[in-house]
């Protein structure tokens, strides 16, 4: 095993992403506090690391603040990526509030102790910006606020703006990592985690795919070892303190390839099967998409040494097995 490093608190570490880079940091020699109020991740994510001494796991909420100090006591470095995500079904009060307060009690954790914080945001605060790729400077293009779904863009806005804040105030080293697109094993099978995951399950149980709107709308899809390597470098990178980094690929494809690439992989024939779901019927309320989200990823490669290396074609097929596994063993327990 790899000599000590320090101690890092994760919270949200039995999400997807999250327990991605509680394996990594282990693996790294870093010793690891998990925290997670298991709200949407699971301790299935953590099960293969019981007896570890290197790893201490907390039922936390990071709304609850004493708790939180309480389980980040030992460490030197926080990386938060708890969340609420996009209120697609309703539920927009949760998102703004556990999104706010939880990042405001992470960053008074912080400012107590002198800790780094490597704040978690979205490619969803470009909003609706036509101009692409999506540099770091550029403008934030929110849709109205009678329409739920921008309530976690602005969230994590507002996440972003706290943390440069305390880092101006009360020299709390601060990172922010703007997410586009994660997907692999451990992806939440439903809309919560993307539509990777609810196209291949859908195919792998012989239904039909839901797509929201008419499917040409583009997305670029990062492998979640990419993105946990991104984390991992903002950690390390004393240089991006301050700093906002646009993690992701470049890779762009449409929504509805997107389908038809995941059917072709798990090889079945023809065309899939595909049912469009207007946007006036997704969810409760109104509901508004982005047509075209791609990064420019220029400032994490020259300052982090960031690069998105496993290529769309290879994470997926990595994703199917999982699901493929994942699928049986659900079927051997209830045949």
Known sequence: ???????????????????????????????????????????????????????????????????????????????HLAAYKIPRYGGAIHTLQINSRGTEHVLEVARGAGRKVVLASTSDVYG??????????????????????????????????????????????????????C?????????????????????????????????????????????????VRAIECEQAEGE??????????????LARTIHRLIGRAGEPLIRFVDYARVGKGPYEDVRRRVPDVTKARTMLGFTATVPLIEGLQRAIEWHRQNHAAAVQAHP
Not at 32 to 56: C, P, T, Y
Not at 60 to 78: G, K, N, P, T, Y
Not at 205 to 213: D, K, R, S
Not at 244 to 257: A, P, R, T, V
Request: aromatic share 10%.
């Open 244 to 257: 906002i980094f646009n993690l992701g690929s470049d890779e762009e494809i449409s929504i509805l390839d």
């Open 183 to 231: 997907y692999g094993p451990r992806q939440h099978r439903s809309w919560w985690g993307g539509p990777q995951a609810v196209f291949i399950d859908a195919m792998l149980n012989g239904g039909e795919i839901e797509i929201h709107g008419d499917g040409l709308q583009t997305r670029t899809f990062t492998y979640v070892g990419d993105t946990v390597q991104g984390i």
């Open 128 to 181: 609706k910006n036509p101009q692409l790729p999506f540099s770091e400077r550029h403008d934030s293009v929110m849709g109205p606020s009678s329409i739920p779904r921008w309530s976690y863009a602005v969230s994590k806005l507002f996440e972003e703006h706290l943390g440069l804040a305390y880092r101006e105030a009360y020299g709390v080293p601060v990172v922010i990592l703007r997410f586009f697109g």
């Open 1 to 79: 095993m790899p000599a000590e490093r320090g101690t890092v608190a994760v919270t949200g570490s039995a999400g997807f992403i999250g327990s991605h880079l509680v394996d990594e940091l282990l693996a790294r020699g870093y010793r690891v506090i998990g925290i997670d109020n298991l709200s949407m991740g699971r301790r299935e994510n953590f099960q293969h690391l019981a007896g570890r001494r290197d790893f201490a796991f907390h039922e936390v909420d990071v709304r609850d603040f004493e708790a939180l100090r309480s389980a980040c006591q030992e460490s030197s470095v926080i990386v």
